[in-house]
């Protein structure tokens, strides 16, 4: 298994631009999740899925939007790029009745 | 807002020492879990110590769970070089067990040296 992946590693984007960060999964996991890693701040929750055609907002969600149309898939758009998106963003994702989370290798997305 | 507050933000050691990495959390918890991040990479799942236990191990690790004062701590025994690493702790609100939900913790940056 190829366990979650994320595309693309690295993106440099300008104020207003849009741009899809992409994550999948090959373990059949029911849950998806987008976080964000700011310096000295942790990982905060962005938004989350508990199954196909089923999103929810997390702790950080102004700015962002989530689709789930396949247990597979789990994009994140950024409608209109801004400098206080420029963070490392994880996708994780986890199965059912286990509380174990897999992450992603992250992308690192700056934003002029 | 953050639900793990981790002690120490930094620590460094010597190879062979024990290290010792606090975490408090401010709400009612279904579980509390570690994860380890190398540089520049993603997060790694060390271990999960749910509310109703207070002790769990794992090779080189032992964590322990208060939850009367809202507190984890992770020790890492016999440290290796290879353990330097960012280390965080995350918790499962009570009802978020089956969403997937975890609130993660600042860290606790951890250096080894050899």
């Known amino acids: 298994n190829a366990g979650v992946t994320q595309t693309p590693k690295f993106q440099v984007l300008k104020t207003g631009q849009s741009m899809t960060l992409q994550c999948a999964q090959d373990m059949n996991h029911e849950y998806m999740s987008w976080y964000r890693q700011d310096p000295g701040m942790g990982l905060r929750l962005i938004h989350y899925s508990v199954g196909a055609g089923i999103t929810d907002q997390g702790e950080v969600p102004n700015g962002y939007n989530v689709s789930r149309s396949t247990t597979e898939d789990f994009p994140l758009r950024l409608l209109s790029a801004a400098p206080s998106q420029t963070s490392v963003y994880f996708c994780?994702?986890?199965?059912w009745g286990v509380g174990t989370q897999y992450f992603g290798p992250g992308t690192r997305l700056t934003v002029l | 807002s953050q639900q793990g507050e981790e002690d120490p933000q930094a620590l460094s050691i010597q190879e062979g020492e024990n290290a010792t990495m606090n975490c408090s959390y401010k709400t009612s918890i279904n579980n509390l879990q570690w994860y380890r991040q190398n540089s520049g990479r993603g997060l790694v799942h060390l271990i999960l110590?749910?509310?109703?236990?207070r002790e769990k191990h794992s090779g080189r690790l032992r964590v322990t769970l208060d939850t009367s004062k809202k507190s984890s701590s992770l020790l890492i025994t016999a440290s290796r070089a290879a353990d330097t690493a960012s280390y965080f702790c995350?918790?499962?609100?009570?009802?978020?067990?089956?969403?997937?939900?975890?609130?993660f913790g600042q860290g606790t940056t951890l250096q080894v040296k050899p």
């Open positions: 110590i749910r509310s109703n236990e």
């Open positions: 994780a994702s986890r199965g």
């Open positions: 995350a918790t499962a609100r009570d009802g978020s067990s089956n969403t997937g939900k975890l609130i």
